[in-house]
C-alpha cells in the first residue's frame, strides 16, 4: 500500500511538471510569434495600438489648461488632415496625387502623428509624449517603406516621378501638379475608411479628456 501511494505521489509529481513544461513552453512560443509579429508585420498592431495610446491617456489624463486648448489645436488638425486625406483617396484603382496627396505622400500617417502628438500634449502626463515617440518609431517608418513599396509595384513610373517630387511626411510648399484639382468625397471618405466616424469618436475622447479639466 506505501508502494502504491509513492508511486501515486510520483505519477502526481511528473504530469505537474510536464504540464508547466507546456505551459512555459506555450508562453515562450506565443512571446516569441508575437515579437516576431512586432518585427515583420507590426503593421497588425498599429490601429490597436494608436486607439489604445489615445483611450490610455484620456483615462489616466490630468489636462492642464493651456497644455489641453495647445493640444486640442493639433488634434482638430490631425482630424482635418485625415478627413482631407480619406475624401480623395483612391485605393488600389490609381494614384492619388490630388488632395493633400499633392503635398505629402503619406497624409493619413501625418494626421495620425499630429493628432497623437495633440492627444499626449492634451493629457498632461510627462510619459504620454515619450510613449509617443516610441510608438511613431516602432511602426511609422516600417509603414512608410511597406506602403512606398506597394504603390511603387502598382504604379511604377508615375509613382516614381511623385516620389521624387514629394516627401513622406513634410509637407511641399507647393502642389505636385499646380493645375491638378481634383475634388473632395464625404462618401468615399465614409466608404475607404469609415472616416467620419472615427473623428467622431476621436472627438468624444477628447471631451472625455476635458473632464478631468482643473
Not at 511641399?172 to 466608404?191: A, I, V
Request: glycine share 8%; charged share 20%.
Amino acid at each position: 500500500m506505501p508502494d502504491q501511494v509513492r508511486h501515486d505521489d510520483y505519477r502526481t509529481f511528473y504530469e505537474t511538471i510536464n504540464i508547466s513544461l507546456r505551459e512555459i513552453m506555450a508562453t515562450a512560443f506565443g512571446l516569441q510569434r508575437f515579437l516576431n509579429d512586432i518585427r515583420y508585420h507590426r503593421e497588425r498592431f498599429r490601429q490597436f495600438i494608436g486607439i489604445s495610446f489615445v483611450i490610455l491617456v484620456c483615462i489616466a489624463g490630468n489636462p492642464k489648461e493651456i497644455l489641453f486648448f495647445v493640444g486640442g489645436v493639433f488634434i482638430i488638425v490631425g482630424i482635418a488632415v485625415r478627413l482631407w486625406a480619406s475624401g480623395h483617396i483612391k485605393k488600389n484603382k490609381m494614384l492619388a496625387t490630388d488632395g493633400p496627396y499633392a503635398y505629402v505622400r503619406h497624409p493619413l500617417y501625418v494626421g495620425n502623428i499630429t493628432l497623437g502628438f495633440g492627444f499626449a500634449l492634451a493629457s498632461g502626463l510627462w510619459w504620454s509624449l515619450p510613449l509617443f515617440l516610441v510608438i511613431v518609431l516602432l511602426f511609422y517608418p516600417h509603414a512608410i517603406r511597406r506602403e512606398d513599396e506597394k504603390l511603387h509595384r502598382m504604379f511604377l513610373k508615375d509613382w516614381a516621378h511623385w516620389h521624387d517630387k514629394t516627401r513622406a511626411l513634410l509637407p511641399r510648399l507647393t502642389p505636385y501638379r499646380p493645375h491638378q484639382h481634383g475634388s473632395w468625397s464625404f462618401m468615399q471618405s465614409l466608404r475607404q475608411n469609415g472616416e467620419p466616424i472615427i473623428a467622431l469618436v476621436l472627438l468624444f475622447w477628447l471631451y472625455i479628456l476635458s473632464l478631468g479639466l482643473h
